[in-house]
Nanobody
């Protein structure tokens, strides 16, 4: 059974930092791009950052220069280092494994971890 398990969320003051982790089971991690998405109160889920199997990264404009996504293939883990946090970063953050290029295609999501940034 595939599992994506996130950790590292919490409450932090504006300007602070948090580091999220997501560990994936099985071969899901090494075979696919991984990503972080978030869903704020009353908002739709949105892309935060992605990282390819080769380490290429992509960021939402709202987090460029503040967030860093990385992956450790030996640990089957993807990280999201979040710096200079703002109240508008408050959201549930979800880890994503993008297997749309696989046959059959699939997408897996973690259960989400809450990040709250106080002003």
């Amino acid at each position: 059974q595939v599992q994506l398990v996130e950790s590292g969320g919490g409450l932090v003051q504006a300007g602070g930092s948090l580091k999220l982790s997501c560990t994936a089971s099985g071969s899901i991690f090494s075979s696919n791009p991984m990503g972080w998405y978030r869903q704020g109160p009353g908002k739709q889920r949105e892309l935060v950052a992605t990282i390819s199997t080769g380490g290429d990264t992509n960021y939402a404009d709202s987090v460029k220069g503040r967030f860093i996504i990385s992956r450790d293939d030996a640990k089957n883990t993807v990280y999201l280092q979040m710096n200079m946090l703002k109240p508008e970063d408050t959201a549930v953050y979800y880890c994503n494994a993008d297997g749309l290029a696989q046959k059959p295609p699939y997408v897996y999501w973690g259960q989400g971890t809450q990040v709250t940034v106080s002003s």
